[in-house]
């Protein structure tokens, strides 16, 4: 069973869109908790770096997807 060509850009574009708009949305209240929860200071340092590696494979992810996205359209095939 494969997947046509169109019904697979569909959920690439799904997927970068949600990528795209959730880690400003995540990182923004994350660093609010951080602020009002009062953890100590090297549990926020150690938070803040793990949230900018969670941001740099946000922004990675996104790249592969559209990637994927571009060689799909450039496909043949219309079933995956």
Do not use: C
Request: no cysteine.
């Amino acid at each position: 069973m494969g997947v046509e060509k169109a019904e697979l850009i569909k959920m690439l574009e799904e997927a970068f869109f949600l990528e795209e708009q959730a880690m400003p949305i995540y990182s923004r209240h994350l660093k609010t908790a951080l602020f009002w929860r009062g953890l100590n200071a090297a549990t926020r340092e150690q938070l803040r770096i793990q949230l900018g590696i969670l941001e740099k494979e946000s922004n990675r992810h996104a790249k592969v997807l559209g990637e994927m996205k571009k060689k799909i359209e450039e496909d043949k095939r219309n079933v995956f």
